[in-house]
């Protein structure tokens, strides 16, 4: 059974310091890794893919994927009240193309 | 661009009725689209996945009679739950991978979701 684990939070943080929002998964073979934004009683929107070990930025977003320990981490500084949301990791191991979601890690982010 | 559209947003209708939801891509052609159910708190269930011009790919436990997915052309897919129940009431929501007319090379691995309907059934 493949699996992609986020802790639920809430992670509350204040305005204007680093959220760092962290993600595991079981199967090794995995290639594509994607983190999505989900306002409350709204679809997920695509913010970030990474395929590589390392970092990759994008604006107040940085992915982090760390292979070998099968693990993904998404960073937003100087984060916003408009930020809070649930952020959900994905994983994609196989052909087909199908994701596997985790449970999501719900950010709040204080004024 | 990557816009992924779904009517209705919401319906409401009786039990035993059936509902037909339309998923479209405005500006690539998805070579695959997938369907979601979110039920409140908790995360995306794949519920198929399917591909333009062949039958679709049910996940496990995932009535195939009762989940109907046409894939009738690369810009649309439509979900009809047949004889709804109140059961079935949930958040349905699809995406679409990025194909034709991306661009770039990653467009080709992301899924772009569509806005989501809202089915209840009373």
């Known amino acids: 059974q493949k699996e992609v684990e986020q802790n639920s939070g809430p992670l509350s943080v204040p305005e204007g310091a680093i959220a760092s929002l962290n993600c595991t998964y079981s199967?090794?073979?995995?290639?594509?890794f994607f983190w999505y934004r989900q306002y409350s009683g709204k679809s997920p929107e695509l913010i970030m893919s990474?395929?590589?070990?390392g970092d990759k930025e994008d604006g107040r977003f940085t992915a982090q994927l760390n292979k070998a320990s099968q693990y993904v981490s998404l960073l937003i500084r100087d984060s916003q009240p408009s930020d809070s949301a649930t952020y959900l990791c994905?994983?994609?191991?196989?052909?087909?193309?199908?994701?596997?979601f985790g449970s999501g890690t719900r950010l709040l982010v204080r004024p | 661009g990557a816009v992924v559209s779904q009517h209705p947003s919401r319906v409401i209708c009786k039990s035993g009725t059936s509902v037909k939801i339309e998923c479209r891509s405005l500006?690539?052609?998805?070579?695959?689209m997938f369907w979601y159910r979110q039920f409140p708190k908790q995360s995306l269930m794949l519920m198929a996945t399917?591909?333009?011009?062949?039958?679709?790919?049910?996940e496990q436990g995932v009535e195939k009679d009762k989940f109907l997915i046409n894939h009738a052309s690369l810009t649309l897919s439509t979900l009809t739950v047949t004889s709804a129940h109140p059961e079935d009431s949930s958040f349905y929501i699809c995406?679409?991978?990025?194909?034709?007319?991306?661009?770039?090379?990653?467009?080709?691995?992301?899924?772009?979701f569509g806005p989501g309907t809202r089915l209840t059934v009373l």
């Open positions: 995406s679409a991978r990025g194909g034709i007319g991306g661009g770039l090379t990653e467009f080709y691995n992301e899924q772009f």
């Open positions: 199967d090794r073979v995995s290639q594509s």
């Open positions: 990474i395929y590589s070990n």
């Open positions: 994905a994983v994609r191991g196989d052909s087909s193309y199908k994701l596997i």
């Open positions: 500006d690539f052609q998805a070579t695959t």
């Open positions: 399917s591909n333009e011009g062949s039958k679709a790919t049910y």
